[in-house]
């Protein structure tokens, strides 16, 4: 079946850094790909709608000069987290889907990202 | 998009059948009816989608009421490796740029030994 997989598993920083989390498809190509953010006992918020070669789709609410999407090929999306708060240690998960008529969408195992 | 209602919690006893409810009162003709699952400190993983038809694979079946407003994805054998939540998502067609899925509160199935 189709992989996503995403990197780093976890990271710990210090508030005012950036941290930059991959997610790649790895046996599909992927124009589009889904970013997701879940505190935790919550469900998934969907952040933004990354798209291959083009500006991403931010959700109302979310940041994007704060949290910067960049999809430079078919298999490769990252969202940096910049200048990270403790308020933004967060479960980060991406998705993806493997042509526009397939149903499924795919994820990553996530990123838990926890801010000092 | 068209809410979903699921209860909050279930419980099963390992190697019974479990019925997860989902009710959609407000789906459209063209809404797909997915369902995922989110194991602890995990991504969600794909389960089953339908659109009018009852559907089984080899995770799950599902069972969509003949008026399209509820839906039941069935377990056959629940072992503990299938306690998680369970997102029932309404999304209308992929191919019509339909490519967003919005997660409610699920339900987090818990297996008994």
């Known amino acids: 079946g189709a992989v996503v997989s995403q990197h780093p598993s976890w990271v710990i920083c210090k508030s005012g850094t950036s941290v930059k989390i991959e997610c790649r498809s790895l046996?599909?190509?992927?124009?589009?790909m889904f970013w997701y953010r879940q505190f935790p006992k919550q469900s998934l918020m969907l952040m933004a709608t990354s798209n291959e070669g083009s500006k991403a789709t931010y959700e109302q609410g979310v940041e994007k000069d704060k949290f910067l999407i960049n999809h430079a090929s078919l298999t490769l999306s990252t969202l940096t987290v910049t200048s990270a708060h403790p308020e933004d240690s967060s479960f980060y998960i991406c998705?993806?889907?493997?042509?526009?008529?397939?149903?499924?969408?795919?994820f990553g195992s996530g990123t838990q990202l926890s801010v000092l | 998009d068209a809410k979903t209602t699921q209860p909050n919690s279930m419980e099963s006893n390992e190697e019974e059948p479990v019925h997860l409810p989902c009710n959609h009162s407000t789906i459209s003709g063209t809404d797909y009816i997915h369902w995922y699952r989110q194991l602890p400190s995990q991504g969600p993983e794909y389960v089953i989608h339908g659109l009018t038809s009852n559907v089984n694979n080899r995770m799950a079946s599902l069972a969509i009421a003949e008026d399209r407003k509820s839906s039941t994805l069935i377990l056959h054998r629940a072992t503990l490796r299938d306690a998680a939540v369970y997102y029932c998502i309404l999304r209308g067609p992929s191919n019509f740029g339909n490519e967003k899925l919005t997660f409610g509160t699920g339900t987090r199935l818990t297996i008994i030994p």
């Open positions: 998705s993806a889907r493997k042509d526009r008529f397939n149903e499924k969408l795919f």
């Open positions: 046996d599909f190509q992927a124009t589009t």
